[in-house]
């Protein structure tokens, strides 16, 4: 069983960075896209950015040029380096797993693994 541990949540003043962890066990981290959601209160998870085993990555507009996904392979470990942060960036950001790049970023109903989650506040 595969198991998404989040870390690097915090407070940070608007325009400061952060940056995401999140540790995967087992060897099947290899062989899943890897993604970053988030829940703002009182909205629906969204997807934040997406990245493939090969490395390929995805991001929802509003990140982008802001916020870079990555993953190291050999530590089973992916990354999400958040710079130029605004109020809007809070959320609860869960980190999630799975074979199907399309599952991972359109059908989060559908999607195998998830992390407890991590809270990010920005403030103005």
């Known amino acids: 069983q595969v198991q998404l541990v989040e870390s690097g949540g915090g407070l940070v003043q608007a325009g400061g960075s952060l940056r995401l962890s999140c540790a995967a066990s087992?060897?099947?981290?290899?062989?899943?896209?890897m993604g970053w959601y988030r829940q703002a209160p009182g909205k629906q998870r969204e997807l934040v950015a997406a990245?493939?085993?090969?490395?390929?990555?995805v991001y929802t507009d509003s990140v982008k040029g802001r916020f870079t996904i990555s993953r190291d392979n050999a530590k089973n470990t992916v990354y999400l380096q958040m710079n130029s942060l605004k109020p809007e960036d809070t959320a609860v950001y869960y980190c999630a797993a799975d074979s199907s790049i399309s599952v991972l970023t359109t059908f989060a109903s559908r999607v195998v693994y998830w992390g407890q989650g991590t809270r990010v506040t920005v403030s103005s």
């Open positions: 990245v493939t085993r090969g490395g390929t990555t």
């Open positions: 087992g060897s099947i981290f290899s062989s899943n896209a």
